[in-house]
DNA sequence: TGTGTCATGTAACTGGTTACATGATTCT
DNA sequence: AGAATCATGTAACCAGTTACATGACACA
């Protein structure tokens, strides 16, 4: 139950419609938490329901205008504080742990082709720094940024590892 | 559709019953692909009745003994070597997002708390590199490394952007 | 007039979790 | 006799995705 939560957030900067929330989630969620179209919608009527966010607005085509209220505004207070226990389940990695199954090089090729990936996402990521006007001054900025610093790292990580695995099958080749 | 090719991936190693492979997932994949008793066997019979895994024995209790196809060593394969994308979609990260709407010093403490939940991740992890056997010979243990290495990776980077945040957050206090 | 965008919704499906349910065998 | 373990299954639920469906309004 994330949606939800990420959803609180949008309305808790500013009220607004689904549609306005989607292409919220474009472009400030899109690599922290995406969100489809019908799911958001469910939500908002689920959120609505319970008192969470109240319709402020109505307007044309049916457009209703959401805000957040102060029972929201606890709920996603209590969310964001409390911890969670994540298992860390990446399918990438459970393809990693199997690559015992197919030939050597085979395996070798495909660490190759994630190396490729991975850099290219680091790409987009140092390109999305370097495109942002950085507000220290703005809670969102602040924590975006140090959430981007995260996807920074993160990739990082990756392509480092991925060197460290090519190395690794590379010096001490398996028995033919 | 991941949990039918980590399923085919241990049978591919050794046959086994549902309650043997559970064990297994316990053991070998619990950090990479934890797997649930009731989703086990219902995916087991599912594999079944596609003709990826066969009924191999049967034994007392009930036990049936599966052992994976050629078609399942197909599949096995073909899903291995065919790269996905992943979107990375981290609830813990959506949190770090959403501290914008919490007291700065709430936001700290939530930081403070999650460092010293992965240095503890990290030392679990530290303790199965310590106490594994690692034998280069054998491509499970080969492949097995390399997953145990991502998740090391991870965790220090973990551990190191909090420690960045934090930094961050103090040198920088956010205008009263 | 017709195309694009604004705007909301529902239905069917998938992968996964929790809880419930049953019973055979083994060991002390 | 009773507890632990072996062994399999089903039902209800949850979050999320894809696809389908509808219609109002704005602008060229």
Redesign the pocket.
Known sequence: ????HAALGLLSRAPG???????RFDTTLAHV???????L?????RLAAEGLIEVVAT????????AITDAGRAELRRWVLTPEEV?L?D?RLLRVFLLADVEPERAREAFVDRLAADRAHLADLEAVLAATDWDEADPGDRYGRIALEFGLRFRRMEVEWERWALERLDEAPPPA
């Open positions: 139950m994330s949606l939800r419609s689904g549609y306005d929330l989607l292409r938490w995406p969100a489809t179209q019908s799911q919608y469910t939500e908002l009527n307007g044309a085509r049916g457009r209703k205008e959401y298992p389940r399918p």
